[in-house]
């Protein structure tokens, strides 16, 4: 990418978008591109971070990883999206992995330059502490639901928030394993509760696509604690 390309696609991110043309102009001059295969991490949990990441093209996926290799997926970022602020703004280590589930490339703002730009520009800071308050409030939201939520309703939930309209349309890597990390279950068990909603015509599965088909009941599912 050309250095106005850069700057373009910064401008268009939540916390830059407020930076005048000489701080985004000075960004520009700190931000690594980087390309990234299917597989590939982008880095692991506890190495010093380098940066804020941001999705130029391509989807990626953060993850916890348990002692057992068991994954908790905690999100997806695509193109647009920022990530790894926690890890820019709490001593430098990064708190979870990030791989790419396709060919990716990212921007990566580095994060000496970033915490400078946070001191002299107030819009920034709030920015970042907006999008932070957010993302404890999803993470409370998940130990709610992993703690109280069944996984029917789990799934259901997931399924409501994916959807546009009556549709959720699945990428390749969107498989019910990367569905069953996502809401903290294994396949086995993923598995029987899709064939579950389909056998009570909730849903109708197709390779490229889920569709809806009673979702007032899938609601009511996604809402019980049971």
């Not at 709490?90 to 708190?95: K, L, R, S, Y």
């Not at 396949?187 to 029987?192: A, K, L």
Request: hydrophobic share 45%.
């Amino acid at each position: 990418m050309s250095r106005e390309e850069v700057i373009n696609l910064l401008s268009k991110i939540s916390y830059f978008s407020e930076l005048d043309a000489a701080a985004l102009k000075h960004i520009s001059v700190a931000t690594i591109q980087k390309k990234y295969e299917t597989g590939q991490y982008t880095f692991m949990e506890g190495e010093p971070c380098i940066g804020l990441y941001i999705v130029k093209s391509g989807w990626l996926r953060a993850v916890k990883i348990s002692a057992s290799g068991r994954e908790q997926v905690i999100r997806f970022v695509g193109p647009g999206e920022a990530f790894n602020e926690v890890g820019v703004l709490t001593g430098g280590v990064n708190i979870v992995s990030v791989e790419a589930l396709e060919p990716s490339k990212v921007l990566i703002v580095q994060r000496k330059e970033l915490l400078n730009l946070v001191d002299k520009h107030p819009c920034l800071a709030k920015s970042i502490i907006e999008n932070l308050a957010h993302r404890v409030l999803y993470a409370m939201n998940l130990v709610t639901d992993l703690s109280l939520r069944s996984v029917e309703s789990r799934l259901a939930r997931f399924l409501i928030d994916e959807a546009d309209g009556n549709t959720i349309h699945r990428k390749k890597w969107a498989t019910q394993a990367a569905i069953a990390a996502r809401i903290g279950t294994v396949p086995v068990v993923i598995n029987r509760a899709f064939r579950a909603f389909v056998e009570d015509n909730l849903i109708e599965l197709k390779r490229e696509k889920i569709l809806i088909i009673d979702y007032d009941k899938l609601q009511e599912i996604a809402l019980s604690n049971e």
